[in-house]
Nanobody
Framework: VQLVESGGGLVQAGDSLRLSCVVSGRGINTNARGWFRQAPNKEREFVASIAWNGDRTMYSDSVEGRFTISRDDAKNTVDLQMTNLKTEDTATYYC????????????????WGQGTQVVVSS
């Protein structure tokens, strides 16, 4: 399984940005998908996840109401729409997959992408 993120960049506080991740490999449509981030000098943290059939989503408290995760199995993608960005959202964002939806919330995933950087300036 391979994951390739795109869409990162430099934006100003209050702006919106959409990240996308293309997933390829066997069994990808039966896996939950999620997004994580790692800010400089901090540990990687869970951001959002979506179940294999899209019927459940989960968000961290810090992004709830501002970020929206979605998946398109026809395109084999998982997107993260980010609005009202804050400087504290600055981080490298990673997409990931796992068979179990609950595992992603615990920070565990079977497969990870290489990351895309998001910088939010004040």
């Amino acid at each position: 399984v391979q994951l390739v993120e795109s869409g990162g960049g430099l934006v100003q506080a209050g702006d919106s940005l959409r990240l996308s991740c293309v997933v390829s490999g066997r069994g990808i449509n039966t896996n939950a998908r999620g997004w994580f981030r790692q800010a400089p000098n901090k540990e990687r943290e869970f951001v959002a996840s979506i179940a294999w059939n899209g019927d459940r989503t989960m968000y961290s408290d810090s992004v709830e109401g501002r970020f929206t995760i979605s998946r398109d199995d026809a395109k084999n993608t998982v997107d993260l729409q980010m609005t009202n960005l804050k400087t504290e959202d600055t981080a490298t964002y990673y997409c990931a997959t796992d068979l179990f939806f609950e595992s992603l919330q615990k920070g565990m995933a079977s497969h990870w992408g290489q990351g895309t950087q998001v910088v939010v300036s004040s």
